[in-house]
């Protein structure tokens, strides 16, 4: 088997997606017209044209209007639904969901009508596409540190179904540390927690993440290779690092793939993992991310399984669970 053939056709996981960044530009008009919403571009052309980013601000800019689609549980259903349809189309096998409350309640939308759609369509696609998918609690890092409390509050009849808490939006200027409460209250709760954190942002945001909130895992977290101290931490800690080559690159985080600090992170023993991120808005789903970082990268077939297998340890999985999904990697690969 090619290499190619071997990573579009094995197991894997996607740990770092956001649901609104999945709307696909036929979907949001769709929605659009369904809604009554009034979006800033005249067509699907337009909304491609706007995909030039410049940086992670300006990007958040296109996706917090995108998002303004999403109003009824049918919407958060049919996003999520098409989602894992894309997704069990690469082999993706189990993902963990950020999606935006805040960028949600602010409109009306409920929590039972988010919670119904985004649940109900990841019963019906384990079912019928045989694809796991599980919930993330996304804050925006750039309200108060209140109104994170006070969603984690009002999430609480989800607890269950919820499996972590992450925060991303605009990191530079929003350091961790402003959340330090937040995290406590979800560790609390048993939630994993998870941050994005060295995306634009420095190193340091990547050490405050990991020494005041207490994260299980770092969202993204290239610029921890800025500081040779940190990598050594996290490759002892074994902390896994999900990684987003293409947004990377679109959001030009890095000026290239080959920019993308994959194999460094690797050889000093760290858990990266490959993710999407948005991949409506950076077309490019998992299988894509895998097979551009590997040509880009020259990935040995070693290394690539091993990013792979990372996808599963990476995950807020239990021992049992990742194993099996290990297994069924194994199985596949050999
Ligand atoms: N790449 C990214 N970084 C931070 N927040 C995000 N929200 C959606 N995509 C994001
Ligand atoms: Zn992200």
Redesign the pocket.
């Given at each position: 088997m090619t290499l190619h053939k071997k990573i579009t056709s094995a197991p894997k996981a996607d740990l770092?997606?956001?649901l609104e960044?999945t709307i696909e530009a036929a979907m949001m008009f769709d929605l659009a017209a369904r809604n009554g919403v009034t979006l800033p571009w005249a067509s699907v052309a337009e909304l491609h044209a706007a995909f030039g980013f410049r940086n992670l601000p300006q990007f958040l800019e296109i996706f917090y209007a995108g998002l303004q689609v999403l109003r009824t549980e049918r919407d958060f259903f049919d996003v999520t639904y098409a989602f894992l349809k894309r997704s069990a189309a690469d082999n993706v096998v189990y993902t963990e969901i950020?999606f935006s409350p805040q960028g949600h309640l602010e409109r009306g939308v409920t929590w039972t009508e988010m919670m119904d759609g985004i649940l109900g369509a990841a019963t019906k696609a384990e079912r019928e596409l045989g694809i796991r998918a599980r919930p993330i609690l996304g804050l925006q890092r750039h309200r108060s540190e209140e109104d994170a409390l006070k969603v984690i509050d009002a999430a609480l009849p989800w607890k269950q179904d919820i499996v972590a808490l992450g925060m991303?939006g605009a990191e530079l200027g929003n350091p961790p540390s402003r959340f330090v409460n937040a995290y406590a209250r979800a560790r609390e709760l048993g939630w994993k927690c998870t941050c994005?954190a060295g995306?634009e942002g420095p190193h340091g945001y990547v050490t405050e993440a990991l020494d005041l909130l207490k994260v299980d895992r770092i969202?993204?977290g290239i610029r921890s290779i800025d500081n040779p101290a940190l990598v050594a931490r996290l490759a002892r800690e074994r902390m896994p690092l999900?990684v987003?080559p293409y947004?990377n690159v679109r959001l030009q985080a890095v000026p290239a793939l080959a920019s993308v600090p994959l194999i460094e992170l690797l050889d000093a023993g760290c858990l990266a993992t490959v993710n999407t991120?948005?991949p409506s808005y950076f077309e490019a789903y998992l299988n894509e991310n895998f097979l551009g970082t590997a040509r880009a990268l020259n990935l040995t077939e070693v290394q690539t399984r091993t990013l792979i297998e990372n996808g599963f340890k990476g995950a807020f999985l239990d021992e049992g669970q990742c194993t099996a999904y290990l297994d069924r990697l194994d199985a596949h690969w050999t």
């Amino acid at each position: 088997m090619t290499l190619h053939k071997k990573i579009t056709s094995a197991p894997k996981a996607d740990l770092h997606v956001h649901l609104e960044g999945t709307i696909e530009a036929a979907m949001m008009f769709d929605l659009a017209a369904r809604n009554g919403v009034t979006l800033p571009w005249a067509s699907v052309a337009e909304l491609h044209a706007a995909f030039g980013f410049r940086n992670l601000p300006q990007f958040l800019e296109i996706f917090y209007a995108g998002l303004q689609v999403l109003r009824t549980e049918r919407d958060f259903f049919d996003v999520t639904y098409a989602f894992l349809k894309r997704s069990a189309a690469d082999n993706v096998v189990y993902t963990e969901i950020h999606f935006s409350p805040q960028g949600h309640l602010e409109r009306g939308v409920t929590w039972t009508e988010m919670m119904d759609g985004i649940l109900g369509a990841a019963t019906k696609a384990e079912r019928e596409l045989g694809i796991r998918a599980r919930p993330i609690l996304g804050l925006q890092r750039h309200r108060s540190e209140e109104d994170a409390l006070k969603v984690i509050d009002a999430a609480l009849p989800w607890k269950q179904d919820i499996v972590a808490l992450g925060m991303g939006g605009a990191e530079l200027g929003n350091p961790p540390s402003r959340f330090v409460n937040a995290y406590a209250r979800a560790r609390e709760l048993g939630w994993k927690c998870t941050c994005h954190a060295g995306e634009e942002g420095p190193h340091g945001y990547v050490t405050e993440a990991l020494d005041l909130l207490k994260v299980d895992r770092i969202d993204h977290g290239i610029r921890s290779i800025d500081n040779p101290a940190l990598v050594a931490r996290l490759a002892r800690e074994r902390m896994p690092l999900t990684v987003c080559p293409y947004s990377n690159v679109r959001l030009q985080a890095v000026p290239a793939l080959a920019s993308v600090p994959l194999i460094e992170l690797l050889d000093a023993g760290c858990l990266a993992t490959v993710n999407t991120d948005d991949p409506s808005y950076f077309e490019a789903y998992l299988n894509e991310n895998f097979l551009g970082t590997a040509r880009a990268l020259n990935l040995t077939e070693v290394q690539t399984r091993t990013l792979i297998e990372n996808g599963f340890k990476g995950a807020f999985l239990d021992e049992g669970q990742c194993t099996a999904y290990l297994d069924r990697l194994d199985a596949h690969w050999t």
